[in-house]
């Protein structure tokens, strides 16, 4: 176990060695790919007739990069930013004063759930949700390297069991697995539409930067004071491997079947990548409502928003725009038009779909590396 005095102090000396040396091998300039003027997709076509304009395109483009492949100080940076978010008290100053900018981001995630899982718009808002919470990092805590992505393939592809992954190391990484016997997962009827399982909630995380962090929000619809709970498993790595992906995700040709391609269990029968992320990381991650407290979300996350950015762009004329699907997870279904405006209760605004459909337009402004 890394005392956590020690990992505070070697954080700061890389941190103040890296002020020495600046860092620019996160902002990069790659050739801008401009949104079509048009597109053959119908759904697409359809749905842009009458819009009034697309939002103004980047003139530079911040590059994302894997976990593995920031330098350490960066990695370090990224873990004090979040560390950061959840030690600053809440803006919302109708919470009680123990509520910090990360419990927030939780419980607007909770208060959305139901109307942006197993649904089409699913991809959009938690890419607007993950803007997000890169600029409460840059604003709010000083961060100003790139947003990481857990690229999975690289744990999948090889024989070293996943929880042995860099993403999961206890110095430069999110920490490791949860302690068997810490953690009693509550009982109570918190009247979630999706309950929490209880074999996901094996015990505190008592290693790596989030050792004792004390949470507010969760599991699921409740507000209890917990320790980040994981379970760490290998059980899903075959949905995690290259020729999974380019087999049965990358290889669809409409939206509707993309985003169903990578987005299981609870609304279907089976796990998919979306999930598997999830149940791999287990705990906290595996709240249907409350997964964002485990830091390891938005790598995930940007993992998912990385698939789908290649997917678009593997045919930008007809899948840029491409917007169809079920609007809601249980009848009457709807369908989804890039006019939805998705749901951000306590962050900001509503953003329309159309708005997130090309993150090499304003705000996004970023790309991946590969």
């Known amino acids: 176990m890394i005392p956590s005095a020690f990992y505070s102090l070697f954080t700061l ?14 902002i990069e300039t790659p050739e801008y790919v401009d949104a079509p003027s048009s597109t053959s997709s119908a759904t697409a076509s359809s749905t842009l007739k009458g819009s009034n304009s697309l939002p103004k395109a980047c003139r530079k483009l911040e590059v994302r990069k894997e976990w593995r492949d920031l330098n350490t100080v960066t990695k370090l ?22 509520f910090t900018r990360y419990d927030q981001f939780v419980i607007t995630h909770s208060n959305a759930a139901d109307r942006v899982h197993g649904v089409a718009q699913f991809l959009p ?23 990481p992505y857990w690229d999975w393939t690289r744990d999948g592809n090889g024989n070293t069991p996943i929880p042995s992954s860099p993403i999961f190391n206890t110095i430069t ?37 989030f050792a004792n962090t004390v949470l507010h929000v969760g599991p699921n619809r409740r507000f209890t004071d917990h320790c ?5 498993s290998n059980d899903h790595r075959s949905l995690m491997t290259t020729p999974y992906i380019n087999g049965n995700i990358m290889s669809q040709t409409t939206y509707d079947n993309f985003w169903n391609s990578l987005d299981g269990l609870p609304f279907k029968p089976e796990f998919r990548l979306h999930d598997a992320g999830h149940a791999t990381v287990g705990g906290d991650m595996s709240s249907f409502y409350t997964s964002p407290n485990d830091p390891v979300f938005y790598p995930h996350h940007a993992g998912l928003d990385r698939v789908w950015d290649k997917w678009q762009r593997a045919d930008v004329n007809n899948r840029l725009y491409a917007m169809e699907g079920r609007v ?39 790309t991946y590396a590969n």
């Open 228 to 232: 980040l709970v994981r379970s760490l």
């Open 328 to 366: 809601n997870y249980q009848p009457p279904y709807g369908q989804v038009t890039l006019n939805y405006q998705l749901p951000f209760p306590g962050l900001g605004p509503s953003v329309s779909i159309r708005d997130t459909m090309d993150i090499h337009r304003e705000p996004y402004c970023y």
């Open 125 to 147: 808002w938690h890419r607007h949700y993950g803007y997000l919470y890169h600029q409460a990092l840059r604003d709010a805590c000083g961060y100003v390297g790139p947003f």
């Open 13 to 26: 000396y890389l941190v103040a060695f890296a002020s020495a040396f600046p860092q620019s091998e996160h």
């Open 173 to 209: 990484g999110f920490g490791g697995d949860g302690v068997p016997g810490t953690y009693t997962l509550p009982t109570d009827d918190d009247g979630s539409a999706f309950p929490a399982i209880p074999d996901f909630y094996k015990g505190c995380v008592q290693t790596g930067p």
């Open 77 to 98: 940076d990224y873990i004090r930013a979040v560390k950061c978010l959840q030690s600053t008290r809440a803006s919302n100053r109708t919470l009680a004063k123990n």
